[in-house]
Nanobody, 123 residues
Framework: VQLQAFGGGLVQPGGSLRLSCAAS????????MGWYRQAPGKQRELVAT???????NYADSVRGRFTISRDNAKSTVYLQMNSLKPEDAAVYYC??????????????????WGQGTLVTVSS
C-alpha cells in the first residue's frame, strides 16, 4: 500500500493551492488521514487530520484558512489551502494511521506516509 501526494507548487502570498493524496492497493478502509508539514530546519508538524467519519482537527496556525476533506470511495484525502502565507511554505506529507487491506485475509498497515509535496509561498 502506498500514499502519493500531488498538488504542491509555487503560489503568491494570499493565494490558494489544493493538495491531494491517494492511497493505492487493495484497500478496505482507512482510519485517520492527515497532512503534516516540515519547513527547512524545523520539525515535522501536524496541519490537519480527518477521521473516517469526517471529524476534523486543525493546527491553530491554519484553522480558518485550510480545509481537510476526504473521499473514502477513492481512498483520497485533500487539503484546500487558502490565504497562504510565507510561513506555510514547507514540504507537505500525507499520512494514514491505519490502513486495512486485503482481498481475503485482512491485514493492517500502520503509520503510512506519502512522499511529500513541496509548497512554496513567495512573491
Amino acid at each position: 500500500v502506498q500514499l502519493q501526494a500531488f498538488g504542491g507548487g509555487l503560489v503568491q502570498p494570499g493565494g490558494s493551492l489544493r493538495l491531494s493524496c491517494a492511497a493505492s492497493g487493495t484497500i478496505i478502509s482507512i482510519n485517520v488521514m492527515g497532512w503534516y508539514r516540515q519547513a527547512p530546519g524545523k520539525q515535522r508538524e501536524l496541519v490537519a487530520t480527518i477521521s473516517s467519519r469526517g471529524i476534523t482537527n486543525y493546527a491553530d496556525s491554519v484553522r480558518g484558512r485550510f480545509t481537510i476533506s476526504r473521499d473514502n470511495a477513492k481512498s483520497t484525502v485533500y487539503l484546500q489551502m487558502n490565504s497562504l502565507k510565507p510561513e506555510d511554505a514547507a514540504v507537505y506529507y500525507c499520512n494514514a494511521d491505519r490502513i486495512f487491506i486485503g482481498a481475503g485475509v485482512i491485514e493492517t498497515r500502520y503509520d503510512v506516509w506519502g512522499q511529500g509535496t513541496l509548497v512554496t509561498v513567495s512573491s
